[in-house]
């Protein structure tokens, strides 16, 4: 930037031109004062203005560095209150800037300089970091996004599989209760279908069957006598008749056992027989098995002997059975005269029966009408209980299905925020403590699947990552820096000196007003500084030699 020289050789060399009109803001970039610069040179009011425009590069950066940061920062940033942030962040650098420049005196205590130039060092180093770390998590993003994929794949695999199997766990659940309501429902329309329309097929039976006492009772009378002339009819047995039944019976079994004892006798003398006749033919038998010379023999003898016993006791047998079948055919002659005299008991009683035929068709009837009343509570009853139970059910059912959805919601809330978290940071959506810890990853830490030869090249990782951030940092900050240092390697001009010199008399001023202050504070007090004849020394003494203004 430089001023076109004048050809005139008559014009004063520290005139404003009309350059100074459009460098006025330029010189307030550089904290300087148009009046007092006025007075100065063209050659430094030109290095002042070179002053104020190194501000402009901090400034340009700070807006372009906050835009950047905002972008990298939000995945949908809101661009009016971004654009907004960032101007107001240039703005904010921007005068930081200014003031240091309108405050830096080159005159000034060598600690005072100190400070500036380090709290303007620590603002740059803040500012530069603040810019290059995101620029760096910008630049590995790719890196990090795919190595926090691998290793939330797995993660993210686990926690669906378990989604799935607890959301499946939950539909059978709930088909279960609706399988269950359907099983119910269908239990009870079906125990209610089955039992109503056994007892309303009841109805027409109990309501037709009107029985008239005195027609029952002749109806009764009626079937009694058909059944009485029937040759097949047997009356009632009285107790004599049932006497004679028990001796028949009594003498059947007598019988049966005493023909089974004769039958047996004649069995053993058929085979004593034939037992002699093998005997004398000297051959073995039933009752001697040993062989013997033929003839008779005392064995022969003996059996002879038996036998003539078994043929008494099979004679004697024989009369005692015959006895008793005599005596069985008197019985059942007996009983033939028992049974007519039965009969005849029968008839003659009855004509007297008609009576208990009434009683007995009036007690049918009180039956027949409280079985009918009975029938149809019944009915009533079930008609009025089956909806009740219809609703029980469906409540039931209701409640179970609004604790599976309960249970629903909580599933849905326990893992579908967890998997769309995931989801998201698996398409990259990262938060800025996710991306550091990536960041982290990738350069120091080797990936779950590394083989060797990236083990081995994982060491050299971080210095290519520092060098990267090192270099983005090493630029920001020296940028940064490029008004201060400016400053500081520029000669102090006569702006600085004229800037300067009532600096110094000022201070001055005020060193002797303290030393002064403590001897006549109590006359100043008094009688006022102005009355004192040490405040014109002390006056006099520090001079302000300031040059009037030249027009």
Known sequence: MHWPLSHDPVAEADIPARWDRYMRPLYWLAGARWETLRHCPPSERERIAVLGSTVLIPTIMSFLGMIFYSKSRFADPPWLAVLGMSLAWAFVIMNTDRILLATYRPFQAWYRRTMQVIFRFGLAAVISVAIGFPFCLDQYRPAITFRMQSELQGKLNKLREDEAAKRGNLSAELQKIRDDETAARKTLVDDYTQKHDALVAQLPALETAILNPDVYADSRMDEEKTKASDPEFVAPASSETRNVQAAIEAQRETIAKTKAEHEAKLDLH??????????????????????????????????????????????????????????????????????????????????????????????????????????????????????????????????????????????????????????????????????????????????????????????????????????????????????????????????????????????????????????????????????????????????????PPRE
């Open 270 to 547: 058929r085979r004593l027989v034939e037992a002699v006749a093998r005997e004398a033919a000297g051959q073995p038998n039933e009752f001697y098995p040993e062989p013997k010379k033929p003839g008779t023999g005392p064995r022969t003898k003996d059996m002879q002997a038996r036998d003539k016993t078994v043929v008494a006791d099979a004679a004697r047998l024989g009369a005692a059975l015959t006895g008793l079948q005599e005596a069985m055919a008197a019985n059942d002659k007996q009983l033939s005269a028992a049974r007519l005299v039965d009969r005849n008991a029968y008839l003659d009683g009855l004509a007297g029966r008609r009576e208990t035929f009434i009683e007995e068709a009036k007690e049918k009837e009180r039956i027949r009408k409280d079985r009918l009343a009975k029938v149809k509570a019944e009915i009533e009853a079930m008609e009025t209980e089956h909806p009740v139970q219809l609703k029980k059910i469906a409540d039931q059912t209701a409640a179970l299905e609004a604790t599976h959805g309960s249970n629903s919601k909580r599933h849905d809330e326990t893992y579908l925020p967890h998997i769309q978290r995931i989801e998201r940071k698996m398409n990259g959506i990262l938060d800025p403590m996710e991306e550091t810890v990536g960041l982290y990853n990738v350069i120091f830490l080797p990936p779950p699947d590394a083989d060797a030869n990236e083990q081995s090249q994982q060491k050299q990782k971080w210095i290519a990552g520092l060098f990267q951030f090192l270099v983005i940092f090493g630029t920001l900050f020296v940028l940064d820096l490029v008004p201060i240092m400016t400053k500081i390697f520029s000669r102090p001009g006569p702006y600085d000196v004229l800037v300067e010199h009532p600096e110094f008399i000022a201070n001055n001023n005020v060193r002797a007003f303290h030393a002064e202050y403590g001897k006549h504070a109590d006359d100043w007090s008094v009688t006022g500084m102005s009355e004192q004849h040490g405040a014109p020394d002390l006056v006099k003494s520090h001079p302000r030699s300031l040059p």
